[in-house]
Structure formats: C-alpha cells, structure tokens
C-alpha cells in the first residue's frame, strides 16, 4: 500500500523555531527596557500594585542603585516619607564618620507596617544597603487602613513565599513591568499625581510644605472624619512581617526602627485610643526580642514652625528629625549595634 504522507524532520523543526523566536524576541524586549532612549519616554514601569507613587519610587531606588550604590534606605509611612530626609541625613553622618553614605527614602503614603516590612526585605535583598531605617507611626500597625494592602499584590507574595508566576514575571521581567505600567496608565486602573510628583525629590523624600496654623482646630476636624480610629485593633498579619524581617539573618546589625513626632496638640486624642498604646507595647516588645535599636524622636525638638499638619512636618522640622536619627545611627554604630562602615 503506497503511503500519501511521509515523514520530516520539519514537525519538530517549526515548533523548534518558533521557540527560538520566541525567545529571541523576549530577550529584544528586555534589552530595549534597559535602553535610556526607551525608557524616558513611557511612565515608570509598574509593579502591578494599587500605588503609581510606588512605581515611580522604586524606578528611582534603582536607577540611585545603579549609579552610586545604595548604603541606606528609608521605609515608613507619610510622617517617614516628609519627616526624613536623605540629603541632611547623609551631610550630618559625614561630620560625625567621615563619610557620606548615599540614601533614599522609599516611603509611600498609607503603607502600613507589614508592606514596610516585606519592601524593606526586598531591598535588603536585591540592593545590599548598609542600613535600613523604618519610620514607624503607631497607626502603622493597626488594622483600620482604607489604603490598599500591598502585600496582597502578586509581586510581594511572590517576593514573601508565595508562589506566582505573575508576580515572578514582575519581579524578574524590566519589560512585563514596562508594559504593566503602560497599560495601567491607558486604562487609568491606577492614579497619578503629577503634582505630587513635582515635589517628590529624586531621592524620595517627599516636600510638604506650609506651616500648620491652628493644630487643635485640625486634631477636632480629625476625631470627626476618623472614628474608626476608636476601633482600630494591632494587625497581627504586621507583628508576623516585621518579625519575619527582624528575624532574618539579612537585617542583622542593619536595621533601625525610629518612632517618628507627633505634635503635642494629637497627644490627648492618641492616649485615649487602644491601639496607640497597645501597638507601642508590642513595638517595643519585638525590637526587643531581635536586639533592633529602637529610638523615640522626641516632638518637642520640632520648632512651631516645622509642623505642615499634626502629623506631618515640612522641611525645616524634617531636617530636625533627620539630624537627630544621624546621631542616634553614629552612636549606634560606635557601640556595635548597628554594622559599622561597610
């Protein structure tokens, strides 16, 4: 019986060739996301989170990276990212050590402890820095935030334990995060707030300008609109991350925790709610237990004029700040409790 096919190596061969093809333009696409010509023109890549601000700060982190190095890195939340400055920190540990570390402050807006936590170990891990620091605010571990939860974001599950092949994708691809970006900003999934983004300095700190004029006035309009505060309870999925940061071996002797200021018109409203001090005690309890220095920046070392609002300050009460974390790291350092030089 005659045959009316015959076989050819050209059923392994096309499947073959569209794999190298495949690949070939994979690696283009990564190559062209690495090219300053193509990057500058198309927004910062995003890392698939419900934050533009991230995106555009860890663009940032990267390219300091890249450039200079990293030596340390800030984390926190709005009061860290406006209430510590990397520039002033640098100058004023150089006077003390006799050398300037290069810093950026990777803080967003309304990130909670556990995603400062799991950011920091990621930075740790992939940038290598001398120091981290986490400006800690006691609403940082309570569990009454409206913001989005960015541990729930593929990317730092994935970068936490979790398997995903998504966020392995963005971890890992500079051209899925280009293109993630991209499309979040067509389809406005995301905002972005080119405004804030004027004042978003290239290391990351954050401006806030203007003077606070009737703080009490302020702290009243905040009770109103904030009564979830009365209810708000220590979020243990935050106890489990920062724990899980303090406790590896990578953050030995190179992490800092700095309790940031408030304005002494917000004490009387902060005593009186639970979880001001329950989260306080269990602060304290876990620095403790991992032999992390934990430091209390003292409010009434801020001038009248540096507060911008009861919470936050603007540059002149963030240089304070600053200059005092410096002393409290250099003496850390002279101790042994912190890494000395790297």
């Keep these: 019986m005659t045959r009316l096919w015959r076989g050819t190596a050209r059923v392994l061969a096309t499947p073959a060739l569209s794999v190298l093809c495949l690949v070939l333009v994979c690696a283009g696409l ?29 663009q940032r982190l990267a390219e300091s990276h890249e450039r200079t190095g990293i030596d340390c890195v800030f984390f926190g939340s709005s009061p860290a990212h406006d209430g510590l400055e990397p520039a002033v920190f640098a100058d004023r540990y150089a006077d003390r050590a006799g050398w300037r570390p290069n810093c950026f402050n990777a803080s967003l807006p309304g990130m909670r402890t556990a995603s400062s936590s799991a950011l920091a170990r990621v930075a740790l891990e992939d940038l290598d820095p001398w120091l981290v620091i986490y400006g800690y605010s006691p609403r940082d571990l309570a569990l009454e935030s409206p913001s989005p939860r960015l541990m729930d974001t593929d990317w730092l599950r994935y970068r936490t334990g979790t398997q995903s092949l998504r966020g392995a994708l963005i971890d890992r691809s500079r051209a899925y995060r280009l293109f993630l970006g991209s499309y979040t900003l067509r389809q406005r999934t995301m905002g972005f707030n080119l405004a804030q983004a004027t004042i978003l300095r290239r290391d990351g700190f954050f401006q806030r300008f203007g003077v606070v004029s009737d703080p009490e006035a302020l702290v009243a309009e905040g009770r109103r609109l904030r009564p979830d505060l009365d209810r708000a309870t220590v979020d243990e999925r935050a106890t489990a991350a920062l724990r899980a940061l303090l406790g590896d071996p ?18 009387d409203w902060l005593t009186e709610l639970p979880v001001h001090d329950a989260s306080n005690r269990v602060l304290a309890r876990i620095a403790g237990d991992y032999g992390v220095p934990l430091w209390r920046v003292p409010a009434s070392s801020i001038p009248a004029n540096g507060w911008a609002d009861p919470t936050h300050t603007n540059p002149g009460g963030a240089a304070v700040i600053t200059e005092w974390v410096a002393d409290r790291v250099w003496e850390a350092a002279q101790s042994g409790k912190i890494e000395p030089r790297p």
């Design 30 to 58: 990564e190559w062209a996301a690495t090219r300053p010509w193509l990057t500058r023109r198309l927004p910062p890549p995003s890392y698939g989170t419900a934050s533009r601000m991230l995106d555009l700060q860890w």
């Design 250 to 267: 990578i953050s030995r002797r190179r992490v800092a925790i700095v309790q940031m200021p408030i304005h002494a018109a917000m004490d």
